[in-house]
């Protein structure tokens, strides 16, 4: 089955932690993005890329860095310079040049919990 | 002001009523605009995509752009306990390429 995995689920970390969290796609998406969810408000998008070896920043990228190595993988560690970092993480992917609006595929989420 | 508003609900509905949901927005640059529907703790998923002004319908479903209102509309015909969810407006215009700015979603709650 094609898909967008995340892992793991459900993540703990203690203040002063780094953790990295798990995207990878078999869709054959140029496109891969991160996103945070806080309750009551909108995604948020923190770091996206259109092709490997190259990310851009999103609206609040602080605390947080990413790498695109392999077209499929697209990993976010969220670091210990994060001042909140507790939320639900987001990862998507989509096709690029089918519009100038490409769609976006999400999948099942990560939620961060700092203890 | 946020650039994209949604009103959060929870919106509760009896089964087999419409369900009619809205977002307004500032930026009038923005020309593509999406629906997605997220259930609780699970990712989005896009239920329809539509560009410019107008209407779009596909099923139970009908999406309305107004942009000279900078206002969008879903509306869910016949709806189903199953359509209980999160639903999140989304929009982009050519310029920022695939960045989406995303409205906080509504909460729909459709009772038996």
């Known amino acids: 089955d094609g898909g967008i995995t995340q892992s793991p689920k459900y993540l703990f970390r203690k203040e002063g932690q780094n953790v990295t969290l798990s995207c990878e796609q078999n869709l054959n998406h140029d496109a891969m993005y991160w996103y945070r969810q806080d309750p009551g408000q909108g995604l948020r998008l923190i770091y996206y890329s259109q092709i490997v070896n190259d990310f851009q920043k999103g609206d609040i990228a602080e605390g947080y860095s990413v790498s695109r190595e392999k077209k499929e993988s697209f990993p976010l560690t969220v670091t210990s310079a994060q001042k909140n970092p507790t939320a639900f993480y987001l990862c998507a992917s989509s096709i690029l040049g089918q519009g100038p609006s490409d769609t976006q595929y999400f999948g099942p989420g990560t939620r961060l919990t700092v203890l | 002001q946020k650039e994209v508003e949604q009103d959060p609900g929870p919106l509760s509905v009896p089964e087999g009523a419409i369900v009619s949901l809205n977002c307004t927005y500032s930026n009038s640059a923005f020309q593509y605009f999406m629906w997605y529907r997220q259930y609780s703790r699970k990712g989005p998923e896009l239920l329809m995509y539509t560009y410019s002004s107008g209407n779009k319908e596909d099923g139970r479903f009908t999406a309305q752009v107004d942009k000279s209102s900078k206002y969008i509309s879903l509306f869910i015909r016949d709806s189903q306990p199953s359509d209980s969810a999160t639903y999140l407006c989304?929009?982009?215009?050519?310029?920022?390429?695939?960045?989406?700015?995303f409205g906080g979603g509504t909460r729909v709650l459709v009772k038996p």
């Open positions: 989304a929009m982009s215009d050519a310029a920022a390429g695939n960045k989406l700015t």
